[in-house]
Nanobody
Framework: QLQASGGGLVQAGDSLRLACEVS????????MGWFRQAPGKERVFVGT????????IYASSVKGRFSITRDNAKNTLYLQMNSLKDEDSGVYYC?????????????????WGQGTQVTVSS
């Protein structure tokens, strides 16, 4: 089970840190991803981190502003979001895949959290 938290209402330029707590599984066995879905739009890739070394890739829209980290001891994945913009608003989902690979496609992830709402107001 994946439990995402940390969302909220913030001003443009602010920062937020989302957390995804993994239960029933060991985080270190999974590559993890973050996706965002805005109202009426498709779920889009935000970033992903490889399970073995934490190597991460990001969507071009968030690169340099967002970063993914993980604390395997706490079985928790994080998404640090800085310099937030209006277009970052949406429901953020964490996802897991039991693989060494890192994937940008949502269909590759077999496990999903329930999502946490991020609203950026200008």
């Amino acid at each position: 089970q994946l439990q995402a938290s940390g969302g909220g209402l913030v001003q443009a330029g602010d920062s937020l840190r989302l957390a995804c707590e993994v239960s029933g599984r060991t985080l270190s066995g999974y590559s993890m991803g973050w996706f965002r879905q805005a109202p009426g739009k498709e779920r889009v890739f935000v970033g992903t981190g490889r399970r073995s070394d934490g190597h991460s890739i990001y969507a071009s829209s968030v690169k340099g502003r967002f970063s993914i980290t993980r604390d395997n001891a706490k079985n928790t994945l994080y998404l640090q979001m800085n310099s937030l913009k209006d277009e970052d608003s949406g429901v953020y989902y964490c996802a897991a895949v039991r693989s060494e690979g890192i994937y940008t496609e949502a269909y590759r992830y077999g496990y999903w959290g329930q999502g946490t709402q991020v609203t950026v107001s200008s």
